[in-house]
């Protein structure tokens, strides 16, 4: 029987697999009917941030592809939990070749993560997709495998938002067209070269998507002056009350009235190629067609077609299917071709409308913090499977 007011102490060392832990149990008799039972941890995995970690081996995280060494911010988040490799991988065939067993995969977007390197990494536990879109990850495969596959929805919404505007803007208003023009000779000094344009304001500004991005979009085209107007099967009723912008309940009400097309959805079996011949025949003549988006849901043949017939005043596609490019592709050659409409009607950026060193950074530590949160038994976050 113990007295009250006496203390036991037991000390105690529980192994684990992948952790351990060890420190006391202390039993301190408050009232012969009350005995207050306490635990303290000096060391374990799954316990504070400021205990030292007990481990016979780090976990191991591969960096896919895009981001290389130095790996700073992520081993500032993971500290001491984790080895962090950056494989560099710059297909889905090279990262095959170079993919080895690992706890956690950060994934960018040169290449795709299949079923079957999922399957044969039997120590995964999480995939963490260092961006908003997940199309080139088998999330399916990976839910099956108990797996969970999460991404970064909000890291670059404003800077791909002033980017879909930029490529408007530049068209809209002719700078591309006529600073192009320019730099190849004086002889194009007018702006009759770009004869018509039109006020912005007035001019509807569509919207495929209005999730984050798209919302961030249709606020700027808004305080512009554009008539904003989205198309979002999947959206509840009363975006549109909330933003101040109008809904079209088809996509074809959509390109019917849109002298700004704006893709900002994600890519499935539903958006491929959602921009096609067809869509773009919809389209007011002397539209513009911008793709921030998924490179796959705009047809490439359909905007060369556009371009051509005049239905496209001009493209901006700062994403296109196949990154980077082949110099044999039809839409490369038709824009480096000065004899076509391509060559100062089209903008191409390298899928680069993400990127602020701020959003990198955001996409980064954001991926690395829920790869930290799963190592330490916590919830983590933006789980898409």
């Known amino acids: 029987m113990v007295k009250p007011g006496r203390n036991l102490t037991y000390p105690f060392d529980l192994p684990g697999k992948g952790f351990s832990a060890v420190g006391n149990i202390s039993l301190q008799c408050v009232q012969l009917s009350h005995v207050k039972l306490s635990i303290e941890l000096s060391t374990s995995l799954y316990a504070s941030e400021n205990l030292r970690l007990l481990m016979a081996s780090k976990f191991k995280i591969l960096v896919t592809d895009f981001i290389t060494e130095p790996l700073d911010i992520e081993r500032e988040v993971l500290g001491n939990l984790a080895t962090i490799e950056a494989l560099n991988a710059l297909s889905t065939e090279d990262l095959a070749a170079k993919l080895s067993d690992a706890d956690a995969l950060i994934v960018y977007h040169f290449a795709k993560v299949t079923r079957e390197m999922i399957a044969g990494m039997p120590s995964l536990k999480l995939i963490a997709r260092g961006g908003a879109g997940f199309d080139n990850v088998d999330w399916r495969a990976a839910r099956e495998l108990g797996i ?63 999730g984050n991005i798209g919302s961030a979009a249709a606020l700027r085209a808004k305080a512009m002056g554009f008539d904003v107007v989205f198309f979002d099967p999947h959206l509840a009723d009363g975006k549109d009350k909330a933003l101040g912008i109008r809904r079209a309940e088809t996509f074809e009400e959509l390109c019917r009235q849109s002298n700004v097309l704006s893709c900002h959805c994600e890519l499935n079996d539903a958006t491929r190629h959602l921009v096609n011949r067809q869509a773009i025949d919809w389209l007011p003549d002397a539209s513009i067609l911008v793709n921030t988006a998924r490179g796959g849901v705009v047809d490439p043949a359909a905007v060369l077609d556009g371009l051509e017939s005049g239905k ?51 996409m980064r530590r954001k991926s690395s913090q829920n790869i930290r949160r799963m190592l330490t038994g916590q919830p983590v976050r933006n789980v898409i499977n």
């Not at 809209?172 to 730099?183: I, V, Y």
């Not at 496209?312 to 076509?340: C, F, S, T």
Request: with cysteine; proline share 7%; net charge negative.
């Open 148 to 210: 969970d596959v999460t991404n970064v929805p909000d890291y670059g919404t404003e800077d791909v938002a002033d980017t879909a505007i930029a490529l408007t803007l530049s068209i809209a208003r002719g700078t591309h067209r006529l600073s192009h023009l320019c730099q190849i000779g004086t002889e194009h000094w007018t702006y009759e070269k770009v004869v018509p344009l039109h006020r912005i304001r007035g001019q509807v500004f569509g919207l495929i998507g209005c």
């Open 312 to 362: 496209l005043m001009g493209a901006g596609l700062d994403v296109l299917e196949k990154e980077p490019p082949q110099d044999d592709d039809p839409l490369i050659q038709a824009w480096r071709n000065p004899n076509h409409p391509a060559f100062d009607r089209l903008i191409i950026t390298p899928h680069a409308a993400f990127y602020s060193q701020q959003g990198l950074e955001d």
